[in-house]
């Protein structure tokens, strides 16, 4: 059965900052990865999505890495703003599933202060 | 707007009411997925249809839990004899044929009181 982790539960930086958010799973048998992010109360916006042949996608100021073999992806964003406060969450597909349903960490909340 | 949505955004029911939710997913989109998250932990898988075919349930699904997608668009879940423990955020999500980008509709907060 997939497991995915996310640590640290909950981050808090200065704005300005550059910093990493890390995802880790069991199965290495993955479609995909994709982050997601959440603000409070409301539904999930994607951010980017990772193919299993891919190693890392980029948008704006978010690079998203993925290395297989050991499990591990991380999302990595540039210069914080306090907008990007909210909680980051990885999901994967595994190839052992044929619905393309998502296994989902639990989150890391960031908080950027001002 | 062509993203997913629910409906309704929020309902709050007594125990032992019955309660049904809609969800429109992008429209050139053949799956459709419902997930359940709790306060701080990620969503949990529901069950998925690819079409109008219901191809896997999550045991999570009770048979107090039936969802349908008559024609292939909306989708429908419905709890019978609500519990307490239903209380939740239940999360719809479509995908399209190629690809597994889901993208998720803003979700309905159930209470149940």
């Known amino acids: 059965k997939q497991e995915v982790t996310q640590i640290p539960a909950a981050l808090s930086v200065p704005e300005g900052e550059n910093l990493v958010l890390n995802c880790s799973f069991t199965d290495s048998a993955i479609y995909n990865l994709q982050w997601f992010r959440q603000d409070p109360g409301k539904g999930l916006t994607s951010l980017l999505l990772i193919q299993s042949s891919q190693r890392e996608q980029t948008s704006g100021r978010l690079n998203a890495s993925l290395d297989k073999s050991s499990g591990r992806s991380t999302l990595y964003i540039a210069a914080s703003q306090p907008g990007d406060s909210a909680t980051y969450l990885c999901?994967?597909?595994?190839?052992?599933?044929?619905?393309?349903?998502?296994?989902f960490g639990d989150g890391t909340t960031l908080t950027v202060k001002p | 707007d062509t993203g997913v949505s629910q409906d309704p955004r929020h309902k709050i029911t007594k125990r032992g009411q019955n309660v049904t939710f809609r969800c429109d997913p992008i429209?050139?989109?053949?799956?459709l997925y419902w997930y359940r998250q709790t306060l701080g932990q990620g969503p949990e898988f529901l069950t998925y249809?690819?079409?109008?075919?219901?191809?896997?349930k999550s045991r999570l699904l009770s048979d107090r839990f039936s969802a349908e997608r008559p024609k292939g668009s909306f989708s429908t879940l419905e709890i019978q004899r609500t519990e307490q423990g239903d209380s939740a955020m239940y999360l719809c999500?479509?995908?399209?044929?190629?690809?597994?980008?889901?993208?998720f509709g803003p979700g309905t907060r159930l209470t149940v009181l």
């Open positions: 999901a994967v597909v595994g190839f052992n599933t044929n619905a393309g349903k998502s296994t």
């Open positions: 429209s050139e989109h053949n799956r």
């Open positions: 999500a479509s995908s399209g044929v190629g690809g597994n980008e889901q993208f």
């Open positions: 249809f690819q079409n109008e075919a219901q191809l896997e």
